[in-house]
């Protein structure tokens, strides 16, 4: 009745969700008088009681600095902090630990390639390409990169049905083009990009290659060698671990190539007044005390993961996109924000008559919590003449039809204040 | 000019909400409210008058007379949210600005069971708004 393991081979039977959801405290509670249904799940996921106990468990029993110190504590701290590395690097399928470096998420890895590829890689008349889909944290670092080297930055223009127009990326590649920076989906409407297209496409160039997966580790098999990526970017608290931690994946010979980006302990292997040598990889490129706790606890999450069938979680939540997409469609007045060709993870929409802002008040007074606004995409609001953003629901697999029923109603109720 | 702190006051305010049982009450009586507060101008809902701070576009207008009573009109374009600056237009438009400085908000936010909108990490703005009131006044 619980096919939720990963050896389960009845495809058609559906998850025991309301078994999952006891693993994760938050979610049994009362807020506003009502049932919590947490639709916010893009901007952070809840954590499963093994994460909670990973990070209890650093601090009540081993807490000790990691690569230092030789004494018992510390060489079991160090153990963990770097058996975590190993169980990220075989969940994206990295060649090797050492090409995985922590960071505090998403938004400092693509900084640290912004800042140590893309500074001093990168000079006048390069060509930087986004997508008009990207969140503020793929945008904003190659904005300064471009401001100090003189690089331009190109951007993916979208289909109506919110997809990437991928002719007129295929034109905008050319022999400028030095980075493809690009989500593997998007936060804001759920569009899963063709990225494996783009890098191909990219590579036939010469570009490097950077994708954002912040929206995509939490619901997608990520395989970076099949990707053919140069680097990837990812967030602990989007896919069930802690905040505060993340990672890049990099290729060997551009990490090598690539000078230490912040500075300090740890990152060094030898120093004295007149110079320093660095550290090898990763830890050149994790300079201070790393989040210890975060890294195990985000290991922790990934062996959660990996007890569960992803592929029938998967299609859980699918069938809960559907149910609310389907729902949406019904009412009148409801326009969902964007058709991609494929969906994950969220669904955008605004209401005739209604400010998103006020309809999420008027939710959250319904315990129904989800996002308004501009999603950190303010180009992308912009493109879509949304200025005033959009109500974004999105999901877990925790989720349940039941919640996705719950928000439909509260929409409903939520309309007859106006 | 509304009617705000001049024909509808905060003891007003303070018997409306306390008839209004149950939130539903409540949020409908703010969006009564805000429909109450006319819609600034175009001329006026600028950069120089903008209130930041909120999801909504908000906008915030002051005068003060020669008495030294200070007029406050904000707009927004999202409906609770100038319901609530409806609220705080009540209790510190066509006042003094030693009447504005002594006016309890919190105090008042909480006994119409809205407090939760005054919360810093609230991002509709209202606390940016009587903030920016209180500036003025100061001034």
Same mark, same amino acid.
């Given at each position: 009745?619980?096919?939720?393991?990963?050896?389960?081979?009845?495809?058609?039977?559906?998850?025991?969700?309301?078994?999952?959801?006891?693993?994760?405290?938050?979610?049994?509670?009362?807020?506003?008088?009502?049932?919590?249904?947490?639709?916010?799940?893009?901007?952070?996921?809840?954590?499963?009681?093994?994460?909670?106990?990973?990070?209890?468990?650093?601090?009540?029993?081993?807490?000790?600095?990691?690569?230092?110190?030789?004494?018992?504590?510390?060489?079991?701290?160090?153990?963990?902090?770097?058996?975590?590395?190993?169980?990220?690097?075989?969940?994206?399928?990295?060649?090797?630990?050492?090409?995985?470096?922590?960071?505090?998420?998403?938004?400092?890895?693509?900084?640290?390639?912004?800042?140590?590829?893309?500074?001093?890689?990168?000079? +006048?008349?390069?060509?930087?390409?986004?997508?008009?889909?990207?969140?503020?944290?793929?945008?904003? =670092?190659?904005?300064?990169? +471009?401001?100090?080297?003189?690089?331009?930055?190109?951007?993916?223009?979208?289909?109506?049905?919110?997809?990437?127009?991928?002719?007129?990326?295929?034109?905008?590649?050319?022999?400028?083009?030095?980075?493809?920076?690009?989500?593997?989906?998007?936060?804001?409407?759920?569009?899963?990009?063709?990225?494996?297209?783009?890098?191909?496409?990219?590579?036939?160039?010469?570009?490097?290659?950077?994708?954002?997966?912040?929206?995509?580790?939490?619901?997608?098999?990520?395989?970076?060698?099949?990707?053919?990526?140069?680097?990837?970017?990812?967030?602990?608290?989007?896919?069930?671990?802690?905040?505060?931690?993340?990672?890049?994946?990099?290729?060997?010979?551009?990490?090598?190539?690539?000078?230490?980006?912040?500075?300090?302990?740890? #990152?060094?292997?030898?120093?004295?007044?007149?110079?320093?040598?660095?550290?090898?990889?990763?830890?050149?490129?994790?300079?201070?005390?790393?989040?210890?706790?975060?890294?195990?606890?985000?290991? +922790?999450?990934?062996?959660?993961?990996?007890?569960?069938?992803?592929?029938?979680?998967?299609?859980?939540?699918?069938?809960?996109?559907?149910?609310?997409?389907?729902?949406?469609?019904?009412? =009148?007045?409801?326009?969902?924000?964007?058709? =991609?060709?494929?969906?994950?993870?969220?669904?955008?929409?605004?209401?005739?008559?209604?400010?998103?802002?006020?309809?999420?008040?008027?939710?959250?007074?319904?315990?129904?919590?989800?996002?308004?606004?501009?999603?950190?995409? #303010?180009?992308? #609001?912009?493109?879509?003449?949304?200025?005033?953003?959009?109500?974004?629901?999105?999901?877990?697999?925790?989720?349940?039809?039941?919640?996705?029923?719950?928000?439909?109603?509260?929409?409903?109720?939520?309309?007859?204040?106006? | 000019?509304?009617?705000?702190?001049?024909?509808?006051?905060?003891?007003?305010?303070?018997?409306?909400?306390?008839?209004?049982?149950?939130?539903?009450?409540?949020?409908?009586?703010?969006?009564?409210?805000?429909?109450?507060?006319?819609?600034?101008?175009?001329?006026?809902?600028?950069?120089?008058?903008?209130?930041?701070?909120?999801?909504?576009?908000?906008?915030?207008?002051?005068?003060?007379?020669?008495?030294?009573?200070?007029?406050?009109?904000?707009?927004?374009?999202?409906?609770?949210?100038?319901?609530?600056?409806?609220?705080?237009?009540?209790?510190?438009?066509?006042?003094?600005?030693?009447?504005?400085?002594?006016?309890?908000?919190?105090?008042?936010?909480?006994?119409?069971?809205?407090?939760?909108?005054?919360?810093?990490?609230?991002?509709?703005?209202?606390?940016?708004?009587?903030?920016?009131?209180?500036?003025?006044?100061?001034?």
């Amino acid at each position: 009745m619980i096919p939720v393991s990963a050896h389960s081979t009845d495809r058609h039977m559906a998850p025991d969700i309301l078994t999952l959801r006891r693993d994760f405290p938050t979610l049994a509670q009362i807020v506003n008088g009502h049932p919590l249904v947490y639709l916010d799940n893009a901007a952070t996921t809840q954590k499963p009681q093994v994460v909670l106990d990973a990070l209890n468990h650093y601090y009540r029993d081993t807490n000790a600095n990691v690569h230092r110190a030789s004494h018992a504590l510390s060489g079991q701290a160090t153990r963990a902090f770097e058996q975590a590395r190993i169980k990220l690097q075989r969940f994206i399928n990295a060649p090797a630990p050492e090409q995985l470096i922590w960071t505090r998420g998403t938004t400092e890895a693509i900084n640290l390639v912004a800042y140590s590829f893309g500074m001093h890689r990168l000079k +006048a008349d390069d060509e930087i390409l986004i997508s008009t889909l990207e969140h503020h944290a793929n945008i904003v =670092p190659w904005q300064q990169v +471009a401001a100090a080297t003189g690089a331009r930055i190109r951007v993916i223009p979208l289909m109506p049905t919110g997809d990437l127009d991928m002719q007129a990326a295929a034109q905008l590649i050319n022999s400028r083009t030095r980075l493809l920076a690009i989500g593997q989906v998007s936060n804001a409407l759920g569009v899963v990009n063709p990225v494996k297209q783009l890098i191909a496409l990219a590579r036939t160039v010469g570009a490097v290659t950077l994708v954002d997966g912040a929206q995509a580790m939490g619901h997608l098999p990520v395989d970076v060698q099949e990707l053919d990526c140069d680097f990837y970017a990812f967030s602990g608290h989007k896919m069930y671990g802690p905040t505060g931690i993340g990672g890049l994946y990099g290729k060997r010979e551009l990490l090598e190539q690539m000078p230490p980006w912040q500075t300090g302990g740890e #990152m060094v292997s030898h120093v004295s007044f007149e110079q320093t040598r660095f550290n090898r990889l990763p830890f050149k490129f994790e300079a201070g005390t790393p989040n210890i706790a975060g890294a195990i606890a985000l290991g +922790a999450a990934v062996d959660y993961l990996s007890g569960l069938n992803r592929t029938l979680l998967a299609q859980h939540e699918h069938s809960l996109l559907d149910a609310l997409v389907t729902g949406l469609e019904a009412m =009148p007045g409801v326009r969902i924000i964007g058709r =991609p060709y494929v969906r994950v993870g969220a669904v955008s929409f605004v209401v005739e008559e209604v400010h998103p802002q006020d309809l999420a008040t008027l939710l959250d007074m319904q315990g129904i919590a989800l996002r308004t606004g501009h999603h950190c995409a #303010m180009p992308l #609001m912009q493109a879509l003449g949304l200025e005033q953003g959009t109500i974004r629901a999105s999901v877990a697999f925790y989720n349940t039809h039941e919640e996705i029923a719950a928000l439909l109603a509260g929409i409903h109720k939520a309309r007859e204040f106006f | 000019m509304h009617p705000f702190g001049d024909t509808i006051t905060d003891t007003d305010i303070r018997a409306l909400f306390n008839a209004a049982h149950g939130w539903e009450a409540r949020y409908k009586a703010l969006i009564k409210l805000a429909k109450q507060l006319p819609t600034l101008a175009e001329e006026h809902r600028v950069e120089a008058n903008a209130i930041h701070g909120c999801e909504s576009q908000a906008w915030l207008l002051s005068e003060q007379d020669e008495k030294g009573v200070w007029q406050f009109h904000c707009d927004s374009d999202a409906r609770i949210v100038k319901g609530l600056m409806a609220v705080v237009l009540a209790a510190l438009s066509n006042k003094t600005a030693a009447d504005i400085a002594a006016f309890d908000m919190e105090a008042y936010f909480e006994e119409l069971q809205l407090l939760n909108h005054l919360s810093p990490s609230r991002g509709n703005g209202l606390r940016a708004v009587v903030e920016a009131i209180k500036t003025k006044a100061e001034s």
